[in-house]
């Protein structure tokens, strides 16, 4: 997934208009498996993987390797046992070469590789630095200060320095030398005449690593590139880097890598980074070292333990079984698609499913993404899944005994304290009991609930047939019903109307007209009427839509241009400042939804026509976060130029690993910034979704950081990813897989 990926596209007849499609073709995704450290005063130093794919870790307390880590599981480091005469040795450094082990202590360089033919005698007790050279008996030994060079168990040079002491040691086998690191030079020792030469001088270098023929040299604010060719570095030192103080540098599978105090970071071919900060990725942000692992890993070593960053070739498709399985194990409560926010730091054995403010919302999305899965692939399991979800919707209007209203949510009686105190400003918390002794049921029903049952409800009847298509318009009508009789209000169990579900003329009009809730309040419900319109052809759902349109202004209201939505001036009332405080994206999720009944419902091709322009005017607001659901719900409307190529790029880097982890970014030095604004937008570009701390379609996708909280939560992807990846796949802008 970090990688560029060649979007493959044809024009090709789809549901409604020539339309590009994106060639489900695989990608390389990248996730992680990590391994903590259980003692943490062990010290971290070199990690390698062997020819076998056997990793070690050489620490202050002998050789660890990995043991029992999965993806999502985390394993932990453990002694290495396999040979027991390596637990009485003082090893100072773990090497590699020719995909074997080699281990440096306080008199030998050896290894058990090549029969344990290798020991040699450096003589140099505190020696901590060595790299093998030409052959597997010439090494390169330092213990800082002395330099000796060996040769089959002969010293045949031995040197320093000058003024400076060694760092670290690379051989560059084309040039048939030696290049040494020090902490203010880089020089070079040539085999063919053991001399020693400066190449150049800098303080303050970190580390630095061969790549093909030039070598990077870190520092504490950048690194450079010597180019030994003309004997010079090329270019200015880089320090448009997601960090510059850097620790350590590999060249990994054709990648140049670096390591931090903040997180690990690759060089990417277009010159910029990806970057792999917290625990999404690593068990610690201090890098120490990094190499090559088995197949396309990446080991990264922290002061914490190990990350393993793993690449798999799937496609979308695989990708979003990966994603189904998830959602089916740790988030379907009742029928609903919930998030879990019970976690201990990332543990999923201590997950706990409870109602949330939003379950019928995401379970709307959730469930539409199952319904268009079923149409497109005819998958039994994907029927089920959505006749659950539709089932626990449905109690939703049964457990309040009260027409044509639906709850917030359920559950089993005793389970939720019902508080005195006010809720958001106007209610209590909203628990009640159900006529049914047995379970309770939560009111305080908001307008982006509503959204989600009409997004749902509307699906359904508009993709199914005969009991579930009847079920649904009759939801469909009685919701519709139920908000016309109450003055377009919802009234909750206590007679008074819910905090948000208010669509009343004196109400919504009652804002300045850049309140946005004057205008999404305004598209809602003339959506909603024009669904109930069409599936029940009642003539009051008509009728009261061009009232609303006509003698209230709501057609004006929804038209109204996203650019006019802003602050509130200093005479509005408090309650219009706060709801325009800064821009609502959760509004955008209820707007983008609700279009699936604004557009293709509309009244007439004049309406329709109307709606459409208004639509691709907000669209080209939200363009910015790249944002592949918006985008698709924007194709519906039959527009050519969707931006595919941003979809498939957000859904390829949307991260397999769901937990909430700590993200940091506002630190970074690669990003370009932009002044403080009413969109929350903080960055030119927006981040890859598994850089960033926002992953649901209602939050602000240009946050950079999520400080605390780390590992408590664990999100659904059949909201965030499932209905991006099966809408595309039912508007035909997704294929199936391609082999």
């Not at 990590?34 to 390698?48: E, G």
């Not at 539409?368 to 149409?375: D, G, I, N």
Request: proline residues 4%.
């Amino acid at each position: 997934m970090k990688f560029v990926v060649l979007l493959a596209t044809l024009f090709a007849e789809t549901l409604y208009a020539q339309k590009p499609v994106y060639q489900d073709i695989s990608y390389v995704q990248d996730y992680s498996v990590k391994h903590y450290l259980k003692d943490t005063t062990t010290v971290l130093s070199k990690v390698f993987a062997d020819r076998n794919g056997t990793i070690q870790i050489l620490s202050s307390k002998g050789l660890l390797q990995p043991s029992g880590g999965q993806f999502q599981y985390p394993g932990t480091l453990e002694p290495v046992r396999a040979y027991r005469p390596m637990a009485d040795k003082k090893l100072a450094s773990l090497g590699i070469h020719q995909s074997q082990f080699v281990y440096l202590d306080d008199q030998t360089v050896l290894s058990n590789a090549w029969t344990g033919k290798l020991l040699t005698r450096h003589g140099l007790p505190q020696a901590r630095i060595f790299c093998p050279g030409s052959d597997r008996f010439s090494y390169l030994v330092s213990d800082g200060n002395t330099l000796k060079l060996l040769k089959d168990s002969t010293v045949i040079w031995t040197g320093n320095l000058t003024c400076d002491r060694v760092k670290d040691i690379r051989f560059d086998a084309t040039k048939n030398q030696f290049w040494i690191l020090g902490e203010q030079s880089l020089s070079s020792l040539s085999l063919s005449g053991n001399s020693l030469k400066t190449a150049f001088r800098q303080p303050g270098l970190t580390c630095f690593e061969l790549v093909k023929n030039q070598l990077y040299l870190g520092t504490h604010d950048g690194y450079l590139v010597f180019d030994p060719t003309q004997n010079k570095t090329v270019g200015s030192i880089q320090k448009k880097l997601p960090v510059t103080d850097l620790t350590t540098i590999a060249y990994v599978h054709g990648n140049v890598w670096f390591g931090s105090n903040l997180g690990a970071f690759m060089l990417r071919p277009d010159g910029k980074f990806n970057y792999y900060y917290g625990e999404r990725w690593v068990p610690g942000n201090r890098i120490i070292h990094i190499s090559e692992g088995e197949g396309k890993t990446v080991l990264i070593l922290t002061s914490k333990g190990l990350g393993e960053v793993r690449f798999r070739e799937m496609t979308l498709h695989d990708k979003a079984l990966v994603y189904e399985k998830q959602v089916r194990q740790r988030h379907i409560r009742y029928g609903f698609n919930c998030d879990v926010s019970t976690l201990q730091h990332g543990d999923l054995s201590t997950f706990e499913m409870g109602q949330r403010d939003s379950d019928n919302l995401w379970t709307a999305m959730y469930l539409v993404s199952q319904l268009y899965r079923h149409k497109v692939t005819g998958d039994p399991e994907a029927l089920q899944n959505w006749m659950e979800s539709f089932e626990a919707m449905e109690r939703l209007f049964t457990i309040t005994s009260m027409p044509g209203y639906f709850a917030r949510g359920f559950e089993r009686k005793g389970y939720f304290k019902f508080k005195p105190e006010k809720w958001d400003g106007g209610l209590t918390n909203g628990w009640t009991h159900a006529k049914d002794t047995n379970w309770d049921w939560r009111g305080t029903t908001s307008s982006d609930q509503t959204v989600g049952q009409f997004f749902a409800l509307t699906q359904i009847a508009e993709l199914t047939e005969g009991d579930t298509r009847k079920r649904a318009i009759d939801l469909i009508d009685k919701l519709m019903t139920n908000i016309i009789r109450n003055n377009w209000y919802l009234i909750d169990f206590d007679g008074k109307p819910t905090l948000w579900a208010k669509w009343n003329p004196e109400y919504v009009n009652g804002f300045p007209t850049m309140v946005g809730d004057r205008k999404i309040n305004s598209s809602n419900i003339i959506a909603f009427l024009q669904a109930a319109y069409h599936f029940t052809k009642k003539p009051i759902y008509k009728e009261k839509a061009y009232e609303l349109m006509e003698k209230h202004g709501y057609l004006e209201n929804l038209m109204r241009p996203m650019g006019e939505i802003g602050k509130t001036p200093p005479n509005a009332s408090d309650w219009a400042k706060m709801l325009s405080k800064e821009w609502n994206h959760s509004d955008d999720e209820m707007y983008f939804l609700a279009y699936w009944c604004l557009y293709p419902y509309a009244f007439d091709k004049e309406l329709q026509a109307k709606f459409g322009a208004t639509i691709k005017e907000h669209w080209e607001f939200e363009r910015p976060e790249k944002n592949g659901l918006w985008n698709l719900c924007y194709a519906m409307t039959g527009a050519k130029n969707f931006d595919l190529a941003e979809t498939v790029w957000h859904l390829q880097e949307f991260p397999l690993d769901m937990i909430e982890w700590s993200v940091m970014n506002s630190h970074r030095k690669d990003l370009d910034f932009v002044p403080e604004n009413f969109r929350e937008q903080t960055t030119t570009s927006v981040l890859p979704p598994d850089e960033r701390p926002e992953l649901k379609h209602n939050r602000n996708l240009f946050k950079l950081d999520r400080p605390g909280h780390n590992g408590m939560s664990e999100l659904s992807a059949g909201d965030s990813f499932l209905l991006p990846y099966w809408m595309g796949r039912y508007l035909g802008v997704i294929s199936g897989p391609v082999k």
